[in-house]
């Protein structure tokens, strides 16, 4: 087991240019098994000669069956790349493109709503599930293991850094998943908890989140009411001066919530476990786990 | 992307929005042109991107031209310190002069977006002219939120609502609720992430006026906000943050550190600042080079920290997925080297190609401590401190 991708993971590319193709093989040679590529103009030809391109999203589906789609358009077309892949009902949409405009956002959330497909992103870095060598996104497949962690996290590099010292200690995971640096986003902390409450391989859960928003507190009202899985928890940004945006579009404080120290605080009062150093994570997951 | 206040409330008049008579200056005797054309009865206000501008003097009523002249003198050209603004302030280049209101009530009005039901809000408050912030702090059943709909737009009923909570005299109803139906679409049409006016004011002749005017526009959505990315001031902004915008480079500056910081990835940098704290220095700035960061890129970014006076050490965090080791590392070389820069190096390098990255680097003849991680890069600056070396 592992959460939204694994062996039974067809994927669908959308925006094969450079980053995509990039991005497509790294998938290729970790595993990953893409069935078709969605690229104007190009159907009938074939992505290094092995995946048949399309015009459409519903003819790729057609064709070749695939369940779950990944999105490498730019930022300018993303939101139409995104509400054909909800409307051609895939189980899993990846945004990894960065800068969709929010208003774009509050749509398709909204359109969300009444849909069944589940999308993770923008502004992601995907989702990896090592034991079934299944990747979905750009996090870098040498750096992962399989094991019992879960990982989740608002940060791309950060998320590397907290595998990287899981490794240290001897953790592998079951999945990480980042859920994008942007307010508005389709996966939340509390959906990705509930997937790895759920899931049995995992053991516990590794949180990464940044200032700004009020999406760590959700996420620890779950905790205190729904996880029995110990959730390791740090914050990134306690540093940050207010009103000052770090980077992604998510990560500034407007006001007490989105202050590392209130997120902190909030965690620690529904009982995970804050580490307030992010050098120290792996260290703290051994603590607890031992 | 910040708006001035006179950018704003063009953009009102355009969404007939009313707002007072008012001319841009940036002349002394342009104001005192201007304040004569408005009888001697006017208001300067000082316009830069930071809210706190009354209490910090920017804002003064005038009623004779030696006032104007005195006061426009005191603060054109000069820099406005705000709580907002950092200890140096920013610079007044231009002046909004505009007639003088007499007002009965001050309301506070805006539109801001909802992060937790994914739709646009409307916020009010009956105490306009204050700090939001501390009224929200304070007398927090003054606050007033609403939330609106993505689809529908704000509904007549939710108007009504809102007038009935803010006491708004029947007979201005019709107007107040063409105003906030205007604000909306401004709102949606121009990509706002905030569109803010405190106060809107009722005055003493029954008329409501938007007295203040603070838009806030989505930097993603830029692309299709021509008009509006023509207008930007970027003198506004720090100067190396101006030249990190022009190299594509997230780039904020921190005040009173002396740390540099170089990093790839928002997240990742953030905790590298917070690292440098815990090592018991602070961070100079926050820096994200980006995912696939080419080697001018990070010549360009080893400039910008380097030309920063209150630097005296450099973190450089590299965690390369899709960036490469060896791309930063000549960067960095290449830009010591040309800058003649002394300041000394902590490098942790890991991911894709660490291994040539860091021998390049060695091979450098410049001072470098590598780290191996993350705490080993805080232990490194730990010591160095304790040292005195920085």
């Known amino acids: 087991m592992s959460i939204l991708v694994d062996k039974n993971t067809k994927l669908l590319i959308q925006g094969v240019g450079r980053d995509g193709s990039f991005q497509a093989l790294r998938m290729m040679e970790y595993g990953t098994n893409i069935v078709s590529a969605v690229h104007p103009g190009r159907e009938g030809s074939k992505f290094e000669n092995k995946i048949p391109y399309f015009s459409s999203v519903s003819k790729a589906i057609n064709e070749t069956g695939a369940n779950t789609g990944i999105i490498f358009v730019p930022a300018p077309f993303a939101k139409d790349a995104i509400i054909e892949q909800i409307d051609s009902n895939l189980e899993l949409v990846v945004c990894i493109t960065e800068g969709v405009p929010i208003h774009d956002m509050i749509e398709i959330k909204n359109y969300l709503q009444t849909k069944t497909t589940r999308l993770l992103g923008p502004n992601c870095p995907g989702i990896i599930t090592p034991k079934s060598k299944t990747k979905v996104g750009i996090i870098p497949g040498n750096i992962v293991s399989p094991g019992n962690i879960g990982v989740v996290s608002r940060s791309g590099t950060l998320t590397y850094e907290a595998i990287s010292q899981l490794a240290q200690y001897g953790y592998g995971q079951s999945t990480c998943i980042g859920i994008g640096g942007d307010p508005i986003n389709g996966t939340s902390f509390v959906d990705a908890l509930k997937l790895f409450q759920e899931d049995e391989e995992t053991e516990a859960v590794v949180l990464i989140g940044e200032i700004g928003g009020n999406k760590e507190q959700e996420a620890a009202t779950f905790i205190q009411n729904y996880m029995s899985k110990p959730v390791i928890a740090n914050i990134a940004g306690q540093t940050a001066p207010e009103g000052k945006r770090m980077g992604h579009a998510g990560a500034i404080v407007t006001g007490e919530s989105g202050l590392a120290s209130a997120k902190n605080i909030s965690l620690k009062n529904a009982g995970a476990h804050v580490v307030e150093s992010s050098a120290y994570i792996g260290k703290k997951v051994k603590e607890v786990l031992s | ?390």
């Open chain 2, 1 to 390: 992307m910040n708006l001035h206040e006179y950018q704003s409330k063009e953009l009102f008049s355009h969404y007939n929005i009313p707002i007072p008579v008012g001319f841009l200056a940036t002349t002394i005797e342009q104001v005192k042109n201007y304040v004569d054309k408005l009888n001697n009865n006017a208001v300067i206000k000082a316009q830069i991107h930071s809210g706190g501008r009354g209490k910090a003097g920017g804002v003064k009523l005038v009623s004779s031209i030696d006032e104007s002249e005195s006061f426009t003198k005191s603060i054109l050209g000069k820099f406005l310190i705000t709580p907002q603004t950092g200890s140096k302030g920013i610079k007044v280049n231009k002046l909004l002069v505009e007639e003088a209101t007499s007002i009965d009530r001050e309301i506070y009005f805006s539109i801001v977006i909802d992060n937790n039901d994914y739709a646009p809000m409307i916020i009010c408050s009956t105490e306009g002219g204050m700090d939001i912030e501390e009224v929200s702090r304070t007398m927090p059943e003054k606050i007033i939120k609403t939330v609106c709909s993505p689809i529908l737009g704000v509904s007549n009923y939710k108007i009504r609502k809102i007038c009935e909570e803010l006491n708004i005299p029947k007979s201005l109803i019709p107007n107040f609720t063409e105003i906030v139906n205007s604000l909306y679409k401004l709102f949606i049409e121009k990509d706002c992430i905030l569109v803010e006016i405190n106060p809107l004011v009722i005055t003493k002749e029954q008329k409501v006026i938007a007295l203040d005017a603070k838009i806030n526009i989505d930097d993603d959505a830029l692309f299709r906000q021509k008009s509006l990315k023509d207008i930007e001031d970027k003198s506004q902004l720090e100067k190396l943050e101006i030249e990190a915008n022009r190299n594509d480079l997230s780039y904020v500056k921190l005040e009173g550190g002396r740390v540099g910081c170089m990093v790839n990835g928002a997240g990742l940098a953030m905790a590298t600042m917070d690292i440098t704290k815990w090592a018991g220095a602070q961070p100079a700035n926050f820096l994200d080079i980006g995912g696939s960061a080419t080697v001018e890129k990070i010549e360009s970014a080893f400039k910008i920290i380097v030309s920063d006076k209150d630097v005296e050490v450099i973190l450089v965090n590299l965690f390369a997925g899709i960036a490469r080791s060896d791309v930063v590392a000549n960067g960095i070389i290449n830009a010591a080297k040309e800058t003649e820069s002394k300041i000394p190096l902590v490098i942790s390098m890991r991911g894709t190609n660490s291994e040539e990255g860091l021998k390049l680097l060695n091979n450098s003849n410049l001072d470098i401590t590598t780290a191996t991680d993350l705490e080993n890069a805080a232990n490194i600056l730990k010591q160095k401190l304790s040292q005195g070396d920085i």
